[in-house]
């Protein structure tokens, strides 16, 4: 399992077995290793310790519950896990250098030599869906590219069923893993019941998933699949209501108040927590609904982070802010109210900012007498830089600064991650928009105030 499956939310996880379950002994062989080292689990949102060892005589020795194969994380905490397969197998051992000198092994485990070699095919037919994909773009004005593209996509198409199909002979754990991960080409498989492909990903990317199937409940794999399936639809659908109707429909297929919908859940938000989308608080909610119960803490945690994203979305009020003046003086952002205003944030170093300053000074010349403002916030850590850009620019509008670069308050108040970033203001304050620039900054001024 990837890494990203990290989310910063602090979740209480409950496993709910007894001591009289059967259990399996796990060994871990270390060389060298000081550190106390346990097994954790992950349900969507947090990684919990569930059984924990010390070293002795470097072998750290675990019981687990003995049944059906399940993913668990080994490692030191939860920033340095890695995802194993455990539940079944007796005598598992796992080799661990500690300090990372020596690369992870797992022994005595067919499942995981299996899995890992899974997850090696994952990548070779990854690799060679985008060579197709390339091939396609390339061929965009050439028919016979563009048909061996289809073919190449189609024979990569035919590899991940025959995988699917034949996991589910041999192996029905992997076999769920392969369903999250078989995503068959529109061109081959879509185009006679959908008009593009968009269209076809959003409605077809989990038709192999049988959410009946309760195996899928506690399959971290969920997560992963409904966090790819979010990072390409959030890219393309930046509205809330054209992301919902695409999203929804895939995410009502999965059972309300399951780990399936935790994990599916877990995975949402976690894409579009990172990139303020404003939807981001339409799937908290649904968390909140379906596991305030269960999970309180996780839930109060969420309902902070919806109060807070609101500031940052379309309609939302702008949080206000306190900064210098090149005079040496206090503006807050609160103090423009009743105007227009675009908070620009930018620095003298930043090349595109300076190339883009032409633009905004021309805005604002063309606005200004209408109700107009902008307040530019530096992310300099030098004064006479920031003040020596102002003038060369002819920028002579509102400047303000704390002159500490990147970790500029302002900036990180509103989760300014790149510059030139800039959030436009209605007369009372709320956000009619983020990324504004150039013409679209022009149009949106002028659908405002005016010709």
Known sequence: MRTALFLALCLTVNLGWSQKNATLLVKAVTKGCTKNLALYTFDGTTFKPVVAAANVADVYEFQIPKGSPSFYYFGPDPEHLKPIVLGHEEGVVLNESCNGALPFQVLNSPMNDEYTALKQQFSTLGGKSQQAIQLYRLGMRDDEKKQQAIALMAEVDHERLYLLDSLKKTNPFLARVAALNTYLSFFNNGQDKYDNEIAYFAAEFFQFVDWKDEQYYNLPWVYEGFK?????????????????????????????????????????ISILKQRNHPSFGHYAQRFIDSFIGQ????????????RSQQSFVVGGEAPDFTQATPAGGDLSLAQLRGKVVLVDFWASWCGPCRRENPNVKR?????????FEILSVSLDNTKDRWLQAIEQDGMNWLHVSDLKGWKNEAAQLYSVTSIPHTVLLDAEGRIIARGLRGEQLESKLAEILGN
């Open 295 to 306: 999970d309180p803490q996780a839930c109060a945690d969420l309902a902070g982070q919806i």
């Open 228 to 268: 790819s399936y979010t990072t390409t639809l959030s890219q393309i659908f930046t509205d809330a209501t054209q992301f919902e109707a695409a999203v929804d429909p895939a995410l009502k297929a999965v059972p309300r108040q399951t780990m399936a919908e935790k994990l599916a859940l877990g995975g949402i």
């Open 363 to 371: 805005v604002y010349d063309a606005y200004k007498e209408k109700g």
